[in-house]
C-alpha cells in the first residue's frame, strides 16, 4: 500500500540527488509531485505517413533504424548523432541530435522509433533536428501526443519528469487500486462535479499530465481553476463573515465637522470623493467593522478621502493608525496629514524602523498644541518609549508608520480606525493575515472593548477590474474614484520610435533648464521576480551612458533593487530634494511617492512591460502643476528576452487615454490575469489565473461556496474541505 503523503525520498527510484532538486521545487511528497503541473505543452499529436505536405509543419512519424552514425568533432569538443529511418512508406527521414551521444545506446539499427518535431528539408532528404524520440513499443510520452512541459531547473528534464509521473498515475487509475480511494481524495463535493459536469481528481491530473486532447486539457484545467477559485471563495466568505460578527467602535457621522473641513479645502471634492468619503463615513457608524477597499488611480485623491475619516474618528475621540508599504511612503503621509490637519490640534506620530538590526525606530511628532516637541523626543534616550507611551495613553491621535506599528509593543489606547496604503504591495492575499494583526485596543474595561476590532481601511492604487476585484477581494466591500481631479493635465505619452531618440534627449535637457526634474526606468531583462545582476549591470551601464554622453552638465542618480534600504533612501531623499536632474531606475520606483517637480517619465523597452504598470509609473509624473510628459521607449532590435513583449501597437492605448481602469481592462485582456496580477504575488497557481477572465466561472465558485457555508459554515460536515483550506490558506498566508 502506498500513500500519497509519504516523502519522495522513500520512493527508490527517485535518487537523492533528484530529491533534492524537487525539494527545492516545494515538491516533497508524491502528492505534491503529483500537484507538480506543466506550464505548456507540445503539440506532438500529428501522427502522419511522411510527405512534403508536412514541411515545416511538427509532427510525428514512426519507422525503422536503418543506419546510425557517430561523428565526433574534437576541436570543437561536439558531437552529432546521425540516425536514419525508413518510415512506413519507404521514405528515408534524417535525425540529428548535438552533443548527446548516450542516444545511441537506445537507438540502435533495427529499432522502432517515434520521433517529433519539424520537418525539414537538408539538401533533398527528409530531415529533423533535435526531435523528440522513444522507442515504439513504448507508451506515447514523450512523443506522438500533447506532451506536458514542466517548469525545469538545473538537474531535472521534463523527459525524467514525465516519466516519474507516469510510473506514478498509472497505477492509480488501476481499477483495483485501492489508493484512488484512499488517497487520492478528491476535495470538490460530488454533487458539485456533477452539476458543472467537472472531472474527478484522478481524470483531472492524468489529463493535466498526459491530456488526450487540447479539449480535454481545457477541460481538467477549468477544473483545477474551479476547485482553487472555489477555495479562495471558501476563504473570503469566511473572513467576511468572522469580520462581521465582531463588534467595533459606532462613531457617529459629523455633519457640520465634515462640510466645514471639505469647504477650507484649496479644492472641491470630485464627486467620487464626495460618494467614497459617504461610504465610508457611513460604515463608520456602524457597531461592526468597516472592511473596505478604496480603490483609485495614483492621484485620484485617495489621501483627502481617508483624511475625512480619519478627522471623523479623531473628533469623536478615538486614534487612527495609517499604515504604508515603506518608509518614504510613510514619511510622505506624514507631512501631508501635518499639512492637511494643521488648524485641528491633531496628534500625528510618525513611527518607522529603518535600521531593523539596531532595532533603533526613527520616530518624530507634529503637533500644534506643543504638548510634544520633536526636539524633546531626539534629546531623549528613551524617545521611542515615551512615543509609545503616549500611543498608549491616547494622547497621539493619529499614528504613521510602516510593518513597524503592527510589532507587539505598539499598543494604543482607543484605536478605532486603521488605513493601509497600497495594500497590494503587502500581498494581495497578506491582507487577511494584516486583519488578524491589526493592533488591538489595550481596553480599558477588558470585557467590553475586548472583542472589538477597528474599522479597516484598505487603499489601492491599482485600477482592479471588476471580476478580479471580485474574485480577490470578495471579503470587501469596495469604493472606487473612477474620476480624476478637474485641474489636472492629462500627461501627454507618446511612443518613441529608435530615431527619435535625440530629439527627446533635447526635449528633456530643456525641461531640465526650467528646473524639472526626469525619471528614467529599465526593464527587467531576464524574467524573474526580483532584479538580477544582469539588471543591475544593465541599469548601471545606462547611468555611466546618460551621464557621459547625453548629459554631463546635469546630476544624474541611480536607483536599483540590489541597494540597501538606506542608499535607497538617501536617493529618493536627493530626488525629492532636487539634489538629482535625472534619475535612472529599474522598475523599482515607490509607488505612491510624490514629486510634483518631475515633469518626465521615459520608459525603456516600454514593450516588455505590461500596460497596467506603464499606467502605474506614468503616474510618478504629472503631480504638479507643469503639464508631464511619458516617453515610450521601443526598441526596435530589443535584446532577445524571455519576457513577453506587448506588440508597440499595443502602447497605443496609452497614448489614447490617461483612465486607469480603461488600461487595466484593456491589460487583462491582452495579457490575461495571471500577467496582470503577477506583480501583485496573487498567490495562486497560473492555472486558477488564467481562467480567472471567465467570469462565469467566479461566479459560480462563489455561488457554491456561499451555498456550502450557509449550511456548514464552519465546514464540520466537510473534512475534507476543511481540511483542504486550512493548507491552502496556510501557502496564501507564506509568501
Ligand atoms: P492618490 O490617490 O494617488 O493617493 P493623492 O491623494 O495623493 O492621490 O492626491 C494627489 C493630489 O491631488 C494631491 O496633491 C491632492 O491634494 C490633490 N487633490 C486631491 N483631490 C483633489 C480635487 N478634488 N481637486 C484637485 N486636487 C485634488
Ligand atoms: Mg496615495
Known sequence: MVNLNLPLKSI????????????????????????????????????????????NQVITVEGKIIKTKLNRIFRRKMSIV???????????????????????????????????????????????????????????????????????????????????MKMLLEPLGHPMSKWTSDVLIDILPAEIRKKYNLYDIYTTLSQIHFPDSKEKLIRAQKRMAFQEMFLVQLKTIQIKKEFAEKNSTGIKFDEKLIQNFVSHLPFKLTNAQRKASFEILKDLEKPRPMNRLLNGDVGSGKTIVSAISVLQTISAGYQTAIMAPTEVLARQHFESFCEIFKDYGINIALLTNSYRKINNFQFSIFNFQSIFNEKILKNKKNGREYLLKNIANAKINLVIGTHALIQKDVRFGNLALVIIDEQHRFGVTQRATLQQNIP??????????????????????????????????????????????????????????PSERNKIYEFIKSEIKKKRQIFVILPLIEESLSESMVDVKAVKAEHERLSREIFPEFKLGLLHGKLKAKEKETVMKDFSDKKIDILVSTSVVEVGIDIPNATVMLIENSERFGLTQLHQFRGRVGRGTEQSYCFLFTAENSVPTSVPTLVPTRLKILE?????????????????????????????????????????????????????????????????LADALKKFSEKIHLE
Not at 122 to 143: I, L
Not at 697 to 708: D, G, H, P, S, T
Open 12 to 55: 527508490p527510484r527517485i535518487t537523492p540527488k533528484y530529491v533534492r532538486v524537487l525539494e527545492k521545487l516545494g515538491v516533497f511528497t508524491m502528492k505534491d509531485f503529483l500537484f507538480y503541473f506543466p506550464f505548456r505543452y507540445d503539440d506532438f499529436s500529428q501522427i502522419v505517413s511522411i510527405s512534403e505536405d508536412y514541411l
Open 82 to 164: 546521425e540516425i536514419i529511418i525508413e518510415t512506413e512508406n519507404n521514405i528515408p527521414l534524417k535525425a540529428v541530435w548535438f552533443n548527446q551521444p548516450f542516444i545511441l545506446e537506445t537507438l540502435k539499427e533495427g529499432v522502432e522509433v517515434r520521433l517529433s518535431g519539424k520537418l525539414i528539408l537538408d539538401g533533398k532528404k527528409f530531415s529533423m533536428n533535435s526531435p523528440a524520440w522513444e522507442k515504439s513499443s513504448r507508451d506515447m510520452t514523450n512523443t506522438g501526443r500533447l506532451i506536458p512541459v514542466y517548469p525545469q531547473t538545473s538537474g531535472i528534464t521534463s523527459k525524467w519528469i514525465r516519466w516519474q
Open 440 to 497: 488591538r485596543e489595550s481596553a480599558s474595561s477588558p470585557r467590553e472593548s475586548a472583542q472589538r476590532v477597528p474599522h479597516l481601511l484598505t487603499m489601492t492604487a491599482t485600477p482592479i477590474p471588476r471580476t478580479l476585484a471580485i474574485a480577490f477581494f470578495g471579503s470587501l466591500d469596495l469604493s472606487i474614484l473612477d474620476e480624476m481631479p478637474k485641474n489636472r493635465k492629462p500627461i501627454i505619452t507618446k511612443i518613441i520610435t
Open 656 to 720: 489614447k487615454t490617461n483612465d486607469g481602469f480603461e488600461i487595466s481592462e484593456a491589460d487583462l485582456k491582452l495579457r490575461g490575469p495571471g500577467q496582470f496580477f503577477g506583480t501583485l504575488q496573487s498567490g495562486l497557481p497560473d492555472i486558477a489565473m488564467e481562467h480567472l477572465s471567465n467570469v462565469k466561472l467566479i461566479k459560480f465558485a462563489r455561488a457554491e461556496a456561499q451555498e456550502i457555508l450557509k449550511l456548514d459554515p464552519k465546514l464540520k460536515g466537510h473534512p475534507l
